[in-house]
């Protein structure tokens, strides 16, 4: 007789029940599912890991998540723009380092200013000689000509968590206004895989008020969006944020990390050959959870490369992980600790993600 867990991960598609089922594993079944994922992942992406340096551009938004720590309403955070010089610099450093991508993020801006600034930035990276990196933005919800302009540019994925596929719990977790609507949100993403974007979303694991029910669904999300790219993470509580007060509703962070795993691991079975990053806020809750991410089924870093002066200010979530590393620190860091996770950097390669290369 086989077990309910055998059935289940022979399968190709998973009903939700049996994503809830999997995310409540536990002992021997847990260490099944994961090594069901790494064996999907080692024949589908191999043991290479892509890094996207990530560049922390400006922590001005103009929302008011209920999450986020750089939410505009808090007042206790000093607001910064990088100037064009810092930008251009840290590009230089990802590509001599071989970090064949970087990512800029920044807060929610749509001022024309804010725009036009990230042409710029984007063609000048682009024009740098030699070994021009891949470009990913994560820049927040923007107009469909926006999206055009600057894919128009050069930058070719785009990050935009849903934050939660579920409209209602969206709703609790963002202030209840035009600015932050979970139909622009999907619109969004909609517009940017019509433009042509390797197009990446994910959401936060373990908020308040969130249920096994609802990151069954995230993951069906993704399927059904047909996603390139996934970036997950961990809900970390911020205390100047308003949601902080509902902490008591939370999982500890320990079982918010292994939900996160374990979403991971389900995501990789389910979509076989796009890229998931192993993100920064897994390693505030363990020391070595993005490696552990790495062993179920993630194949994506994303070292932070902002200069020093800026990293703390662009306090999403808090325990940071390297905010006193300085960029070259953290090089020889990550690449002993990715060995050490059996898996190898992949310097010098853009790493761009084999789905979409199939549509
Ligand atoms: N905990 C975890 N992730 C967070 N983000 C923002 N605030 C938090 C938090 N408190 C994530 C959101 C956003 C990304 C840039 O950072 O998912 O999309
Ligand atoms: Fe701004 Fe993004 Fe934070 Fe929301 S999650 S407040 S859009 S930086
Ligand atoms: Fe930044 Fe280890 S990766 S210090």
């Not at 998973?14 to 994922?37: A, M």
């Not at 035009?178 to 373990?206: C, P, S």
């Not at 920064?280 to 070292?303: F, T, W």
């Amino acid at each position: 007789m086989k077990s309910t867990l055998d059935k289940i991960l022979q399968k190709d598609v998973f009903e939700k029940d049996e994503i809830i089922y999997l995310l409540k594993t536990e002992g021997e079944e847990r260490k099944l599912l994961f090594h069901k994922s790494l064996e999907i992942k080692q024949e589908f992406i191999g043991n290479k890991v892509h890094l996207r340096g990530l560049i922390e551009y400006s922590n001005i938004c103009s929302k008011n998540c209920l999450y986020c720590g750089i939410r505009k309403e808090n007042s206790r955070v000093g607001r910064y723009t990088m100037n064009n010089k810092e930008v251009l610099d840290a590009a230089k450093f990802a590509i001599e380092n071989g970090y064949g991508s970087i990512v800029i993020q920044s807060g929610e801006n749509s001022s024309p200013s804010f725009v036009q600034n990230i042409s710029g930035l984007i063609k000048e990276i682009k024009a740098i000689p030699d070994n021009k990196p891949g470009i990913t933005l994560s820049l927040g919800e923007q107009s469909e000509e926006t999206y055009r302009e600057w894919f128009n540019c050069g930058a070719h994925r785009y990050l935009l968590r849903i934050e939660t596929s579920n409209p209602e719990l969206y709703s609790r977790i963002h202030p209840n206004d035009a600015n932050h609507d979970f139909g622009k949100r999907l619109a969004a993403l909609e517009n940017l895989k019509k433009i042509g974007y390797q197009a990446g979303t994910g959401v936060m694991i373990g908020l308040p008020f969130q249920t096994f029910e609802d990151l069954a669904d995230d993951i069906l999300f993704m399927r059904n969006m047909d996603i390139d790219m996934c970036g997950m993470g961990p809900y970390l509580e911020h205390s100047e944020t308003p949601l902080f007060r509902f902490s008591h509703l939370l999982f500890s962070r320990k079982e918010r990390f292994d939900l996160t795993l374990k979403m991971i691991a389900i995501l990789r079975i389910l979509m076989k050959d796009i890229n998931i990053a192993s993100t920064n806020a897994l390693q505030s809750i363990d020391k070595i959870g993005r490696e552990k991410a790495l062993k179920v089924g993630a194949n994506i870093i994303m070292p932070n490369i902002t200069p020093l002066c800026y990293r703390k200010q662009y306090f999403l979530y808090q325990d940071k992980p390297c905010v006193d590393e300085e960029v070259e620190e953290c090089k020889a860091c990550l690449d002993a600790r990715i060995r050490f996770s059996g898996n190898e950097i992949a310097y010098g390669e853009w790493g761009d993600s084999k789905h979409f290369a199939k549509h």
